[in-house]
Protein backbone atom coordinates (compact mmCIF):
# COMPACT_ATOMS: atom_id res chain seq x y z
CA UNK A 1 0.00 0.00 0.00
CA UNK A 2 2.50 2.80 1.00
CA UNK A 3 4.94 1.75 -1.96
CA UNK A 4 1.99 2.66 -4.56
CA UNK A 5 0.75 5.81 -2.24
CA UNK A 6 4.40 7.25 -1.92
CA UNK A 7 4.67 8.06 -5.47
CA UNK A 8 1.22 8.71 -6.06
CA UNK A 9 1.47 11.87 -3.62
CA UNK A 10 5.21 12.18 -5.34
CA UNK A 11 3.32 13.09 -8.45
CA UNK A 12 0.83 15.24 -6.77
CA UNK A 13 3.84 17.19 -5.45
CA UNK A 14 5.78 16.74 -9.17
CA UNK A 15 2.20 18.58 -10.62
CA UNK A 16 2.11 21.50 -8.25
CA UNK A 17 5.56 21.90 -9.18
CA UNK A 18 5.27 21.93 -12.89
CA UNK A 19 2.37 24.61 -12.31
CA UNK A 20 4.48 27.45 -10.87
CA UNK A 21 6.38 28.44 -14.05
CA UNK A 22 2.74 29.00 -15.38
CA UNK A 23 1.73 31.20 -13.42
CA UNK A 24 5.21 33.52 -12.74
CA UNK A 25 4.84 33.30 -16.84
CA UNK A 26 1.17 34.59 -16.47
CA UNK A 27 2.17 37.12 -13.82
CA UNK A 28 5.23 38.34 -15.66
CA UNK A 29 2.93 38.96 -18.77
CA UNK A 30 0.23 39.96 -17.35
CA UNK A 31 0.58 41.20 -14.30
CA UNK A 32 4.11 43.35 -15.18
CA UNK A 33 3.82 44.10 -18.86
CA UNK A 34 -0.32 44.72 -18.14
CA UNK A 35 0.30 46.79 -14.80
CA UNK A 36 -2.12 44.71 -13.53
CA UNK A 37 -1.90 44.52 -9.79
CA UNK A 38 -5.37 41.96 -9.61
CA UNK A 39 -3.61 39.72 -11.54
CA UNK A 40 -0.19 39.33 -9.32
CA UNK A 41 -2.33 39.57 -6.47
CA UNK A 42 -4.01 36.21 -7.88
CA UNK A 43 -0.74 34.70 -8.95
CA UNK A 44 0.88 35.34 -5.60
CA UNK A 45 -1.73 34.04 -4.01
CA UNK A 46 -1.88 30.75 -5.84
CA UNK A 47 1.88 30.64 -5.95
CA UNK A 48 1.44 30.11 -2.32
CA UNK A 49 -1.04 27.53 -2.31
CA UNK A 50 0.37 25.63 -4.67
CA UNK A 51 3.40 25.84 -2.14
CA UNK A 52 1.74 24.69 0.96
CA UNK A 53 0.37 21.85 -1.06
CA UNK A 54 3.18 20.85 -2.56
CA UNK A 55 5.04 20.26 0.94
CA UNK A 56 2.21 18.33 2.53
CA UNK A 57 2.16 16.03 -0.56
CA UNK A 58 6.43 15.65 -0.05
CA UNK A 59 5.73 15.06 3.61
CA UNK A 60 3.11 12.79 3.23
CA UNK A 61 5.51 10.85 0.47
CA UNK A 62 8.19 10.37 3.11
CA UNK A 63 6.07 9.16 5.89
CA UNK A 64 4.90 6.31 3.03
CA UNK A 65 8.53 6.30 2.14
CA UNK A 66 9.48 5.74 5.64
CA UNK A 67 7.01 3.17 6.56
CA UNK A 68 7.28 1.02 3.21
CA UNK A 69 11.13 0.73 3.92
CA UNK A 70 10.89 -0.43 7.55
CA UNK A 71 8.77 -2.64 6.90
CA UNK A 72 10.66 -4.16 4.03
CA UNK A 73 14.14 -4.24 6.02
CA UNK A 74 12.17 -5.71 8.56
CA UNK A 75 10.46 -8.57 6.24
CA UNK A 76 13.73 -8.70 4.64
CA UNK A 77 16.45 -9.59 7.50
CA UNK A 78 13.76 -11.98 8.91
CA UNK A 79 14.04 -13.50 5.40
CA UNK A 80 17.59 -13.64 5.24
CA UNK A 81 18.24 -14.83 9.24
CA UNK A 82 15.75 -17.89 8.62
CA UNK A 83 17.76 -18.51 4.94
CA UNK A 84 20.37 -18.54 7.14
CA UNK A 85 19.47 -20.90 9.95
CA UNK A 86 17.93 -23.36 7.21
CA UNK A 87 21.99 -23.80 5.54
CA UNK A 88 24.24 -26.72 6.94
CA UNK A 89 27.58 -26.36 7.93
CA UNK A 90 28.73 -26.90 4.42
CA UNK A 91 27.45 -23.87 3.06
CA UNK A 92 28.00 -21.86 6.02
CA UNK A 93 31.53 -22.32 5.63
CA UNK A 94 31.52 -22.22 1.86
CA UNK A 95 29.82 -18.59 2.26
CA UNK A 96 31.84 -17.48 4.95
CA UNK A 97 31.17 -16.08 8.25
CA UNK A 98 32.11 -12.62 7.17
CA UNK A 99 30.30 -12.63 4.22
CA UNK A 100 27.17 -13.59 6.55
CA UNK A 101 27.35 -10.83 8.86
CA UNK A 102 27.65 -8.15 5.64
CA UNK A 103 25.04 -9.25 4.01
CA UNK A 104 22.50 -9.67 6.88
CA UNK A 105 23.85 -5.74 7.72
CA UNK A 106 25.23 -3.61 4.88
CA UNK A 107 23.72 -5.30 2.17
CA UNK A 108 20.05 -5.39 3.82
CA UNK A 109 20.67 -1.49 4.84
CA UNK A 110 21.80 -0.68 1.26
CA UNK A 111 18.36 -2.49 0.28
CA UNK A 112 16.25 -0.88 2.44
CA UNK A 113 17.62 2.42 1.73
CA UNK A 114 17.57 2.23 -2.01
CA UNK A 115 13.39 1.14 -1.87
CA UNK A 116 13.25 4.40 0.51
CA UNK A 117 14.69 6.92 -1.96
CA UNK A 118 13.34 5.34 -4.75
CA UNK A 119 9.89 6.58 -3.31
CA UNK A 120 11.02 9.78 -2.20
CA UNK A 121 13.35 10.62 -5.23
CA UNK A 122 13.04 8.27 -7.83
CA UNK A 123 9.44 8.62 -9.01
CA UNK A 124 10.26 12.62 -8.98
CA UNK A 125 12.88 12.71 -11.61
CA UNK A 126 10.65 10.99 -14.09
CA UNK A 127 7.86 13.27 -13.06
CA UNK A 128 9.70 16.48 -13.65
CA UNK A 129 11.72 15.24 -16.70
CA UNK A 130 8.30 13.90 -18.16
CA UNK A 131 6.10 16.61 -16.83
CA UNK A 132 8.41 19.43 -18.22
CA UNK A 133 8.89 18.15 -21.45
CA UNK A 134 5.55 18.55 -22.09
CA UNK A 135 4.65 21.44 -20.23
CA UNK A 136 7.71 23.30 -22.39
CA UNK A 137 5.73 22.44 -25.76
CA UNK A 138 2.67 23.45 -23.54
CA UNK A 139 4.07 26.70 -23.57
CA UNK A 140 6.47 27.12 -26.65
CA UNK A 141 6.69 24.40 -29.20
CA UNK A 142 9.74 25.59 -31.23
CA UNK A 143 11.44 26.11 -27.48
CA UNK A 144 10.78 22.68 -26.18
CA UNK A 145 12.63 21.41 -29.39
CA UNK A 146 15.68 22.20 -27.41
CA UNK A 147 14.31 20.31 -24.12
CA UNK A 148 13.85 17.28 -26.92
CA UNK A 149 17.89 17.63 -27.60
CA UNK A 150 19.07 17.64 -23.96
CA UNK A 151 17.05 15.25 -21.96
CA UNK A 152 17.74 12.24 -24.30
CA UNK A 153 21.89 13.10 -23.80
CA UNK A 154 21.43 13.45 -20.19
CA UNK A 155 20.19 10.28 -20.11
CA UNK A 156 22.86 8.52 -21.37
CA UNK A 157 25.28 10.11 -19.66
CA UNK A 158 23.15 8.93 -16.65
CA UNK A 159 23.15 4.78 -18.60
CA UNK A 160 27.04 5.25 -19.34
CA UNK A 161 27.83 6.11 -15.69
CA UNK A 162 25.69 3.35 -14.25
CA UNK A 163 27.25 0.82 -16.55
CA UNK A 164 30.78 1.84 -15.28
CA UNK A 165 30.26 2.06 -11.28
CA UNK A 166 27.56 -0.92 -10.72
CA UNK A 167 30.69 -3.67 -11.07
CA UNK A 168 32.55 -1.73 -8.96
CA UNK A 169 30.09 -1.52 -5.95
CA UNK A 170 30.25 -5.06 -6.48
CA UNK A 171 33.23 -5.37 -5.78
CA UNK A 172 33.28 -2.82 -2.95
CA UNK A 173 30.44 -5.40 -1.07
CA UNK A 174 33.04 -8.48 -1.64
CA UNK A 175 36.22 -6.03 -0.22
CA UNK A 176 33.67 -5.40 2.90
CA UNK A 177 33.63 -9.20 3.48
CA UNK A 178 36.93 -9.82 3.80
CA UNK A 179 37.42 -6.57 6.00
CA UNK A 180 34.54 -8.18 8.06
CA UNK A 181 36.25 -11.50 7.96
CA UNK A 182 39.65 -9.88 8.67
CA UNK A 183 38.01 -7.80 11.55
CA UNK A 184 36.19 -10.70 13.02
CA UNK A 185 38.99 -12.61 13.44
CA UNK A 186 41.67 -10.19 15.23
CA UNK A 187 39.20 -9.96 17.90
CA UNK A 188 38.09 -13.33 18.27
CA UNK A 189 41.84 -14.41 18.42
CA UNK A 190 43.14 -10.83 20.19
CA UNK A 191 44.84 -12.86 23.11
CA UNK A 192 46.93 -14.96 20.55
CA UNK A 193 47.79 -12.13 18.42
CA UNK A 194 49.07 -10.44 21.75
CA UNK A 195 50.92 -13.44 22.92
CA UNK A 196 52.92 -13.79 19.80
CA UNK A 197 53.61 -10.16 19.46
CA UNK A 198 51.89 -10.45 16.15
CA UNK A 199 49.87 -6.71 16.38
CA UNK A 200 52.01 -5.17 13.73
CA UNK A 201 51.93 -7.65 11.24
CA UNK A 202 48.45 -8.06 11.72
CA UNK A 203 47.55 -4.21 11.42
CA UNK A 204 49.55 -4.20 8.47
CA UNK A 205 47.31 -6.89 6.64
CA UNK A 206 44.32 -5.28 8.12
CA UNK A 207 45.53 -1.95 6.84
CA UNK A 208 46.12 -3.20 3.07
CA UNK A 209 42.68 -4.69 3.12
CA UNK A 210 41.38 -1.40 4.11
CA UNK A 211 43.40 0.67 1.65
CA UNK A 212 42.21 -1.81 -1.53
CA UNK A 213 38.96 -1.14 -0.47
CA UNK A 214 39.81 2.92 0.34
CA UNK A 215 40.88 3.12 -3.79
CA UNK A 216 37.74 1.27 -5.07
CA UNK A 217 35.77 3.38 -3.79
CA UNK A 218 37.79 6.49 -4.49
CA UNK A 219 37.80 4.69 -8.19
CA UNK A 220 33.93 4.64 -8.22
CA UNK A 221 33.66 8.02 -6.65
CA UNK A 222 35.27 9.76 -9.04
CA UNK A 223 33.16 8.25 -11.80
CA UNK A 224 29.98 8.84 -9.56
CA UNK A 225 31.08 13.02 -9.34
CA UNK A 226 31.78 13.20 -12.86
CA UNK A 227 27.96 12.80 -13.16
CA UNK A 228 26.64 16.33 -11.78
CA UNK A 229 28.69 18.35 -13.68
CA UNK A 230 28.50 16.72 -17.02
CA UNK A 231 24.41 16.81 -16.93
CA UNK A 232 24.85 20.35 -15.57
CA UNK A 233 26.83 21.72 -18.61
CA UNK A 234 24.59 19.83 -20.61
CA UNK A 235 21.47 21.45 -19.02
CA UNK A 236 23.66 24.95 -18.94
CA UNK A 237 24.05 25.05 -22.55
CA UNK A 238 20.41 24.40 -22.75
CA UNK A 239 19.32 27.27 -20.51
CA UNK A 240 21.72 29.04 -22.75
CA UNK A 241 20.31 28.14 -25.88
CA UNK A 242 16.75 28.97 -24.77
CA UNK A 243 17.26 32.46 -23.91
CA UNK A 244 19.23 33.29 -26.92
CA UNK A 245 16.14 31.61 -29.42
CA UNK A 246 13.69 32.86 -27.48
CA UNK A 247 15.12 36.38 -27.67
CA UNK A 248 15.32 36.42 -31.01
CA UNK A 249 11.49 34.43 -31.37
CA UNK A 250 10.52 37.73 -29.29
CA UNK A 251 11.25 39.93 -31.88
CA UNK A 252 8.84 38.16 -34.36
CA UNK A 253 6.24 37.70 -31.60
CA UNK A 254 6.87 34.07 -31.57
CA UNK A 255 7.66 34.31 -27.80
CA UNK A 256 7.15 36.84 -24.68
CA UNK A 257 9.67 37.06 -21.70
CA UNK A 258 6.91 35.16 -19.72
CA UNK A 259 7.29 32.11 -21.73
CA UNK A 260 11.07 32.30 -21.27
CA UNK A 261 10.73 32.56 -18.00
CA UNK A 262 8.77 29.82 -17.77
CA UNK A 263 10.91 27.58 -19.98
CA UNK A 264 14.15 28.49 -18.06
CA UNK A 265 12.00 27.60 -14.85
CA UNK A 266 11.35 24.12 -16.36
CA UNK A 267 15.06 23.73 -17.51
CA UNK A 268 15.92 24.49 -13.85
CA UNK A 269 13.22 22.21 -12.77
CA UNK A 270 14.83 19.29 -15.14
CA UNK A 271 18.60 19.98 -13.78
CA UNK A 272 17.77 19.54 -10.10
CA UNK A 273 15.58 16.75 -11.10
CA UNK A 274 18.80 15.32 -12.88
CA UNK A 275 21.04 16.29 -10.29
CA UNK A 276 18.56 14.09 -7.60
CA UNK A 277 18.87 11.24 -10.42
CA UNK A 278 22.47 11.75 -10.37
CA UNK A 279 22.93 11.11 -6.45
CA UNK A 280 20.12 8.69 -6.59
CA UNK A 281 21.85 6.43 -9.60
CA UNK A 282 24.78 5.91 -7.40
CA UNK A 283 22.61 4.92 -4.22
CA UNK A 284 20.48 2.72 -6.24
CA UNK A 285 23.59 1.29 -8.10
CA UNK A 286 25.39 0.17 -4.42
CA UNK A 287 21.33 -1.03 -3.74
CA UNK A 288 21.20 -3.42 -6.53
CA UNK A 289 24.73 -4.28 -6.40
CA UNK A 290 23.96 -5.54 -2.62
CA UNK A 291 20.31 -6.90 -4.09
CA UNK A 292 22.15 -9.35 -6.78
CA UNK A 293 24.33 -10.50 -3.73
CA UNK A 294 21.40 -10.95 -1.37
CA UNK A 295 19.41 -12.80 -4.15
CA UNK A 296 22.56 -14.90 -4.79
CA UNK A 297 22.70 -15.57 -1.23
CA UNK A 298 19.55 -16.28 -1.21
CA UNK A 299 19.54 -19.36 -4.54
CA UNK A 300 21.48 -21.02 -2.62
CA UNK A 301 19.76 -24.34 -1.21
CA UNK A 302 20.63 -26.40 1.58
CA UNK A 303 22.10 -29.41 1.37
CA UNK A 304 20.16 -30.88 4.23
CA UNK A 305 16.29 -31.08 4.33
CA UNK A 306 13.36 -32.39 6.05
CA UNK A 307 12.57 -36.05 5.84
CA UNK A 308 9.27 -36.85 5.61
CA UNK A 309 8.73 -37.12 9.67
CA UNK A 310 8.95 -41.23 10.13
CA UNK A 311 8.10 -42.06 13.68
CA UNK A 312 10.88 -43.69 15.56
CA UNK A 313 10.66 -47.81 15.92
CA UNK A 314 11.08 -49.38 19.89
CA UNK A 315 14.00 -48.40 21.33
CA UNK A 316 13.53 -44.86 20.04
CA UNK A 317 17.20 -43.86 21.83
CA UNK A 318 19.19 -46.59 20.13
CA UNK A 319 21.56 -45.43 17.55
CA UNK A 320 23.19 -47.64 14.70
CA UNK A 321 26.09 -46.20 11.50
CA UNK A 322 25.77 -48.50 9.29
CA UNK A 323 28.64 -48.28 7.00
CA UNK A 324 29.45 -45.08 7.07
CA UNK A 325 31.62 -43.09 5.07
CA UNK A 326 32.00 -38.86 4.78
CA UNK A 327 34.28 -36.23 3.37
CA UNK A 328 33.46 -32.85 4.31
CA UNK A 329 34.08 -31.62 0.28
CA UNK A 330 34.06 -33.15 -3.38
CA UNK A 331 37.59 -34.80 -3.61
CA UNK A 332 38.73 -34.28 -0.12
CA UNK A 333 39.88 -37.58 1.94
CA UNK A 334 37.21 -38.60 4.13
CA UNK A 335 36.77 -38.25 7.58
CA UNK A 336 35.14 -40.99 8.31
CA UNK A 337 35.34 -44.41 6.07
CA UNK A 338 32.57 -47.77 6.58
CA UNK A 339 31.86 -46.67 9.90
CA UNK A 340 29.66 -49.58 12.11
CA UNK A 341 28.87 -49.81 15.40
CA UNK A 342 25.49 -49.95 17.35
CA UNK A 343 24.80 -48.28 20.38
CA UNK A 344 21.65 -49.74 22.82
CA UNK A 345 18.94 -48.14 23.76
CA UNK A 346 19.89 -46.57 27.19
CA UNK A 347 23.91 -47.32 27.26
CA UNK A 348 26.55 -44.99 27.90
CA UNK A 349 29.51 -45.08 25.14
CA UNK A 350 32.74 -43.31 25.04
CA UNK A 351 34.16 -42.21 22.13
CA UNK A 352 37.87 -41.75 21.83
CA UNK A 353 40.79 -41.31 19.04
CA UNK A 354 43.78 -39.19 18.06
CA UNK A 355 43.50 -35.16 17.08
CA UNK A 356 41.64 -35.83 13.34
CA UNK A 357 40.49 -39.34 14.08
CA UNK A 358 36.69 -38.35 13.04
CA UNK A 359 35.31 -38.15 16.75
CA UNK A 360 33.23 -34.82 16.15
CA UNK A 361 32.23 -35.92 12.93
CA UNK A 362 30.23 -38.57 14.07
CA UNK A 363 28.12 -36.09 16.31
CA UNK A 364 27.47 -33.93 13.43
CA UNK A 365 26.32 -36.88 11.37
CA UNK A 366 24.14 -37.96 14.24
CA UNK A 367 22.69 -34.83 14.60
CA UNK A 368 22.58 -34.34 10.90
CA UNK A 369 24.51 -30.99 10.37
CA UNK A 370 25.56 -32.81 6.99
CA UNK A 371 24.91 -35.55 5.51
CA UNK A 372 26.69 -38.98 5.06
CA UNK A 373 28.54 -39.49 1.97
CA UNK A 374 27.59 -43.31 2.18
CA UNK A 375 26.17 -45.56 4.50
CA UNK A 376 23.07 -44.96 6.77
CA UNK A 377 22.86 -43.21 9.89
CA UNK A 378 19.87 -44.77 12.08
CA UNK A 379 18.02 -43.38 15.37
CA UNK A 380 15.30 -45.33 16.72
CA UNK A 381 15.89 -48.11 14.27
CA UNK A 382 14.95 -45.04 11.17
CA UNK A 383 17.37 -43.46 8.99
CA UNK A 384 18.24 -39.71 10.39
CA UNK A 385 16.91 -38.80 6.23
CA UNK A 386 13.32 -40.01 7.30
CA UNK A 387 13.07 -37.99 10.31
CA UNK A 388 11.94 -34.07 9.77
CA UNK A 389 15.16 -32.10 11.43
CA UNK A 390 12.90 -30.69 14.72
CA UNK A 391 11.82 -34.04 15.26
CA UNK A 392 15.47 -35.70 14.91
CA UNK A 393 17.05 -32.81 16.45
CA UNK A 394 14.13 -32.77 19.69
CA UNK A 395 15.46 -36.43 20.67
CA UNK A 396 18.96 -34.85 20.78
CA UNK A 397 20.98 -32.55 23.22
CA UNK A 398 24.41 -31.93 22.65
CA UNK A 399 27.13 -30.11 24.10
CA UNK A 400 30.01 -28.70 21.55
CA UNK A 401 33.78 -28.53 22.21
CA UNK A 402 33.47 -24.90 22.31
CA UNK A 403 30.84 -23.83 24.70
CA UNK A 404 28.48 -21.58 23.12
CA UNK A 405 26.88 -18.83 25.92
CA UNK A 406 24.62 -16.14 24.31
CA UNK A 407 23.92 -12.42 26.11
CA UNK A 408 21.70 -12.69 28.65
CA UNK A 409 20.78 -14.77 31.77
CA UNK A 410 21.94 -17.88 32.77
CA UNK A 411 18.37 -18.83 33.18
CA UNK A 412 17.96 -17.39 29.50
CA UNK A 413 21.02 -19.48 28.79
CA UNK A 414 19.67 -22.93 30.39
CA UNK A 415 16.20 -22.42 28.40
CA UNK A 416 17.08 -22.44 25.41
CA UNK A 417 16.25 -25.97 24.35
CA UNK A 418 13.47 -26.08 26.75
CA UNK A 419 11.73 -22.52 27.33
CA UNK A 420 8.95 -24.00 29.68
CA UNK A 421 11.34 -24.97 32.15
CA UNK A 422 10.25 -24.14 35.93
CA UNK A 423 13.30 -22.59 38.00
CA UNK A 424 13.12 -25.78 40.29
CA UNK A 425 14.43 -27.71 36.63
CA UNK A 426 16.89 -25.14 36.43
CA UNK A 427 18.71 -25.96 39.93
CA UNK A 428 18.24 -29.85 39.27
CA UNK A 429 20.31 -29.79 35.91
CA UNK A 430 22.89 -27.14 37.60
CA UNK A 431 23.32 -29.34 40.53
CA UNK A 432 24.09 -32.54 37.82
CA UNK A 433 26.27 -30.62 36.24
CA UNK A 434 28.27 -29.58 38.75
CA UNK A 435 27.70 -26.18 38.47
CA UNK A 436 24.75 -25.97 41.24
CA UNK A 437 27.36 -24.15 43.85
CA UNK A 438 28.91 -21.61 41.75
CA UNK A 439 25.97 -20.15 40.10
CA UNK A 440 24.73 -20.12 43.89
CA UNK A 441 27.51 -18.31 44.56
CA UNK A 442 26.85 -15.56 41.64
CA UNK A 443 25.19 -12.16 42.67
CA UNK A 444 21.88 -12.49 41.32
CA UNK A 445 21.79 -16.37 40.99
CA UNK A 446 19.49 -17.46 37.81
CA UNK A 447 19.49 -13.77 36.88
CA UNK A 448 22.89 -13.23 36.69
CA UNK A 449 23.84 -11.39 33.09
CA UNK A 450 26.23 -13.32 31.17
CA UNK A 451 28.55 -11.49 28.60
CA UNK A 452 28.76 -11.81 25.34
CA UNK A 453 30.15 -15.45 24.64
CA UNK A 454 30.19 -15.82 28.56
CA UNK A 455 33.11 -13.97 29.07
CA UNK A 456 32.59 -13.04 31.97
CA UNK A 457 33.34 -16.94 33.06
CA UNK A 458 35.82 -19.00 33.17
CA UNK A 459 36.33 -22.22 30.72
CA UNK A 460 34.80 -24.55 32.99
CA UNK A 461 32.23 -22.86 34.40
CA UNK A 462 30.58 -22.20 30.51
CA UNK A 463 31.41 -25.78 30.28
CA UNK A 464 29.14 -26.80 32.95
CA UNK A 465 26.18 -24.65 31.73
CA UNK A 466 26.60 -25.88 28.38
CA UNK A 467 25.99 -29.26 29.83
CA UNK A 468 23.14 -28.17 32.68
CA UNK A 469 21.06 -26.58 29.27
CA UNK A 470 21.45 -29.63 27.43
CA UNK A 471 20.46 -31.67 30.40
CA UNK A 472 17.14 -29.58 31.33
CA UNK A 473 15.83 -29.95 27.63
CA UNK A 474 15.92 -34.10 29.15
CA UNK A 475 16.81 -35.71 26.13
CA UNK A 476 16.80 -39.08 25.08
CA UNK A 477 20.04 -38.95 23.35
CA UNK A 478 22.61 -36.85 25.22
CA UNK A 479 26.39 -36.26 22.99
CA UNK A 480 29.11 -34.57 25.02
CA UNK A 481 31.73 -33.92 22.47
CA UNK A 482 34.47 -32.96 24.71
CA UNK A 483 32.70 -31.32 26.85
CA UNK A 484 34.90 -31.89 29.87
CA UNK A 485 37.90 -30.72 28.41
CA UNK A 486 38.01 -27.69 30.82
CA UNK A 487 37.32 -29.61 33.93
CA UNK A 488 39.17 -30.99 36.74
CA UNK A 489 39.73 -34.54 37.46
CA UNK A 490 37.35 -34.66 40.29
CA UNK A 491 34.61 -32.42 39.05
CA UNK A 492 34.76 -35.02 36.09
CA UNK A 493 34.09 -37.89 38.12
CA UNK A 494 31.47 -36.41 39.75
CA UNK A 495 29.43 -35.04 36.69
CA UNK A 496 29.73 -38.65 35.36
CA UNK A 497 28.45 -40.46 38.49
CA UNK A 498 25.38 -37.65 38.22
CA UNK A 499 24.53 -38.66 34.53
CA UNK A 500 24.45 -42.26 34.79
CA UNK A 501 21.45 -41.56 37.53
CA UNK A 502 19.40 -38.97 35.67
CA UNK A 503 17.18 -40.15 33.44
CA UNK A 504 15.07 -38.60 30.31
CA UNK A 505 11.45 -36.96 30.11
CA UNK A 506 10.02 -40.14 29.91
CA UNK A 507 11.74 -41.56 32.87
CA UNK A 508 13.77 -43.55 30.93
CA UNK A 509 17.79 -44.05 31.57
CA UNK A 510 19.23 -42.35 28.44
CA UNK A 511 21.83 -43.22 25.52
CA UNK A 512 24.96 -41.20 26.07
CA UNK A 513 27.81 -40.63 23.85
CA UNK A 514 30.94 -38.92 25.40
CA UNK A 515 33.22 -38.06 22.78
CA UNK A 516 36.51 -37.52 24.70
CA UNK A 517 40.78 -37.56 24.34
CA UNK A 518 40.67 -38.12 27.92
CA UNK A 519 40.62 -41.96 28.75
CA UNK A 520 39.47 -41.19 32.16
CA UNK A 521 35.98 -39.79 30.97
CA UNK A 522 35.29 -42.57 28.78
CA UNK A 523 36.85 -45.75 30.81
CA UNK A 524 33.82 -46.34 32.48
CA UNK A 525 31.33 -46.34 29.62
CA UNK A 526 29.36 -49.11 28.82
CA UNK A 527 31.09 -49.45 25.56
CA UNK A 528 34.13 -47.86 24.00
CA UNK A 529 34.40 -46.93 20.03
CA UNK A 530 37.98 -46.21 19.43
CA UNK A 531 38.40 -44.18 16.04
CA UNK A 532 42.14 -44.19 14.33
CA UNK A 533 42.21 -41.60 10.88
CA UNK A 534 38.77 -42.37 10.64
CA UNK A 535 38.01 -45.94 10.39
CA UNK A 536 37.04 -48.45 13.47
CA UNK A 537 40.25 -49.14 15.09
CA UNK A 538 38.32 -51.67 17.77
CA UNK A 539 35.23 -51.56 19.85
CA UNK A 540 34.75 -52.93 23.45
CA UNK A 541 35.33 -52.10 27.26
CA UNK A 542 37.97 -50.44 29.41
CA UNK A 543 39.72 -53.48 30.15
CA UNK A 544 39.03 -55.58 27.14
CA UNK A 545 40.79 -52.93 24.35
CA UNK A 546 43.50 -52.16 27.40
CA UNK A 547 44.15 -56.29 26.40
CA UNK A 548 43.63 -56.26 23.11
CA UNK A 549 43.48 -52.76 21.12
CA UNK A 550 47.11 -51.43 20.42
CA UNK A 551 45.93 -47.97 19.53
CA UNK A 552 43.84 -47.70 22.88
CA UNK A 553 46.93 -48.75 24.60
CA UNK A 554 49.07 -46.32 23.35
CA UNK A 555 46.33 -43.81 24.12
CA UNK A 556 46.16 -44.66 27.77
CA UNK A 557 50.03 -45.43 28.18
CA UNK A 558 50.62 -41.52 26.87
CA UNK A 559 48.16 -40.45 29.31
CA UNK A 560 49.32 -42.63 32.49
CA UNK A 561 47.21 -45.03 32.24
CA UNK A 562 49.07 -48.51 32.31
CA UNK A 563 48.18 -51.53 31.20
CA UNK A 564 47.95 -53.09 34.44
CA UNK A 565 45.13 -50.57 35.20
CA UNK A 566 41.59 -51.14 35.43
Request: proline share 3%.
Amino acid sequence: MQVVLGPVFKLIEAVLELFVPLVMANMIDVGVRERNTDALWRGGILLVVLAVAGVAAAITCQYFAAVAGGHFGRRLRSRLYAHVMKLSGKEVAEIGTGSLITRLTNDAVQVQHGLNMTIRLGTRAPYLVIGGLVMAFVVNWRLGLVFLVATPLIGVVLLLIMRRTLPGYASIQAQQDELARQGGENLAGARVIRAFSRQKSEEADFDAAAGQLTRQLVRVGRLSAALSPVTGAIVSAAIVAIVWLGGVFSFGGSSSPGEIIALVSYMNQILLAMVVAAQLIVLLTRALASGQRLNAFLAVQPAVVDGPGAAPQPGASAVAFRDVSFAYYSGAAPALSGLSFTVPAGSTVGVIGGTGSGKSTLATLLLRQQDVTAGTVLVGGVPVKDYTLAQLRGQMAVVPQRAALFTGTVGYNLRLGAPGATDTDLWKALHTAQAYDFVERLPDGLDTLIAEGGKNLSGGQKQRLSIARALVRRPAILILDDAASALDYATDAALRRALAADVDADGHKRTTLIISQRVASIRHADSILVLDDGCLAGQGTHDELLQTNPVYREICVSQGVGVATS
